[in-house]
């Protein structure tokens, strides 16, 4: 069980909006940045939001984020085939004393 | 650019110590101000922070393992490495080594490909 709490899946057909939320707590979500993670099948997680609502460079500008409160959100706009992914929210958690992720939200492209 | 990669033997038996290593390519893992992480990941579920282990040599885990790992380093063959006792069938999953900036302890760049570990007898 996550401290991160995330829908398990989600889905959304070409060119569509979709968002994934992740819902913490005080000691996490509510006191510290929020990081998202894609993972392809198969593949190691790749840093695609950093400090809430950064995008390194080379994630397209498509995918945004946001935090409010304790809880965080990942927006993908105009839905691609190759968005078809796992994506993990994380953050540092003050009670844990160290990083801790949600459970992951699949993501299918009808 | 930094590259990690993880080994170690891909079945362990229950009861016995898991024994992972990761080894830094492209920099030297004494250098900058960073944390060298385990995380690992179980089939179909989410990400799960083991620990890490400073530039200097400290170490700190999740306390739902604590009692069970060990993070250590070896700055001359530029590896650190995670020793995990008593394993389970819970314990199976994929094992990733990753490095964050001291400054962002949730940043995880760069990833591991991450190994496999099968607890079995």
């Known amino acids: 069980q996550s401290v991160l709490t995330q829908p398990p899946s989600a889905s959304g057909t070409p060119g569509q909006r979709v968002i994934i939320s992740c819902s913490g707590s005080?000691?996490?979500?509510?006191?510290?940045?929020v990081y998202w993670y894609q993972q392809l099948p198969g593949t190691a997680p790749k840093l695609l939001i950093y400090?809430?609502?950064h995008r390194p460079s080379g994630v397209p500008e498509r995918f945004s984020a946001s935090r409010s409160g304790t809880s965080a959100s990942l927006a993908i706009s105009g839905l691609q085939s190759e968005d078809e992914s796992d994506y993990h929210c994380a953050t540092w958690d003050d009670s844990v004393n160290g990083p801790v992720f949600g459970g992951g939200t699949k993501l299918t492209v009808l | 650019q930094v590259q990690l990669q993880e080994s170690g033997p891909g079945l362990v038996k229950p009861s016995q110590t898991l024994s992972l290593t990761c080894t830094v390519s492209?920099?030297?893992?004494?250098?900058?101000?960073?944390?060298w992480n385990w995380i690992r990941q179980s089939a179909g579920k989410g990400l799960e922070w083991i620990g890490r282990i400073h530039t200097n040599g400290s170490a700190n885990y999740n306390p739902s393992l604590r009692s069970r790992v060990a993070i250590s380093l070896d700055t001359s063959k530029n590896q650190f490495f995670l020793n995990l006792r008593s394993v389970t069938v819970a314990d199976t999953g994929n094992y990733f080594c990753v490095r964050t900036p001291a400054y962002s302890s949730s940043l995880f760049r760069p990833w591991g490909q991450g190994t496999p570990v099968f607890v079995s007898s």
């Open positions: 492209g920099g030297s893992i004494s250098s900058g101000s960073y944390y």
């Open positions: 400090a809430n609502d």
């Open positions: 005080t000691s996490n979500i509510g006191d510290n940045p």
